[in-house]
């Protein structure tokens, strides 16, 4: 997968807009570079303007229609309004990831109420005020496709990730509740991302490293003695699972979260 080829065509999504959040690195970027390939108008944002502007040079080479990078805080509601209200001026934006850096790690118990409150923010307060926004101009132009990036910690949660299992278990319950009220060109789903090969999982291993005291090599090898595959996910994996449920020919899947995980989980 490293040689980031996606098997999708250049018409795949040619005339649909998509706003990718978090993308200036890991699995945003790598939706970006999969959504590209398949020739839509992608709009990049995160915090990093300067890697958002060098990304989207890449994305025009390798196929995208328009590039536009727009950097916001998630964490800033303002921000985010202001970003989508210039945004949506250029036409409807079809298709949203919903995307952003995961909290620290380490036990719930050891977590402050005021721990909480960013973390809700540049995840659940972020996508619901995006969505909000944009679902007005996806009905008007008969279709839809919003898919949240969250964790497979929603059916099973992890051991020394608290926060982050709270926030996304609330990530997946809006997101299957909107599944039932969204105009039915709408679709609204979750892709479930297991270890995956990204900084987030080093910067992961070494949070729970300090505040847990354990090993970090020892924490990395009892996360891929979990995986039946025996390897971290490629985040270019995640991407392909993400691209297919933006399709056109992808209306009929809505409400669902689909894991990218080797295996990992065990229930059914």
Request: hydrophobic letters at 40%; aromatic letters at 4%.
């Amino acid at each position: 997968m490293k040689n980031k080829t996606f098997p999708f065509n250049n018409l795949a999504l040619k005339g649909y807009r998509a706003l990718i959040c978090g993308a200036s690195k890991g699995i945003g970027k790598s939706v970006a570079e999969a959504m590209a390939q398949a020739g839509a108008d992608i709009i990049v944002s995160s915090r990093n303007k300067e890697a958002l502007e060098q990304l989207c040079e890449e994305l025009i080479e390798m196929g995208a229609n328009t590039a536009k990078a727009a950097p916001v805080d998630f964490e800033d509601i303002s921000s985010v309004k202001v970003m989508v209200t210039e945004l949506v001026k250029g036409g409807p934006i079809h298709i949203l990831i919903n995307n952003a850096a995961g909290p620290p790690g380490g036990p719930l118990l050891g977590v402050d109420i005021s721990d909480f409150e960013p973390a809700f923010k540049r995840h659940l307060h972020a996508a619901h005020t995006i969505t909000k926004m944009l679902v007005p101009g996806m009905e008007s132009s008969g279709i839809g496709r919003i898919v949240n990036i969250i964790s497979t910690s929603v059916r099973e949660p992890i051991d020394n990730i608290g926060l982050s299992n709270t926030l996304r278990g609330a990530m997946a319950s809006w997101s299957k509740s909107l599944a039932r009220e969204l105009p039915p060109c709408i679709t609204i789903n979750n892709i479930l991302p297991g270890f995956t090969d990204t900084s987030r999982l080093n910067s992961l291993a070494k949070s729970i490293s300090d505040k847990t005291g354990k090993n970090i090599s020892d924490i990395q090898d009892n996360w891929l003695n979990q995986v039946p595959i025996g390897r971290l996910i490629d985040p270019q994996e995640t991407a392909l699972a993400v691209t297919f449920l933006c399709l056109p020919s992808s209306g009929g899947i809505r409400g669902i979260s689909m894991a990218v995980d080797g295996g990992r989980m065990r229930s059914i």
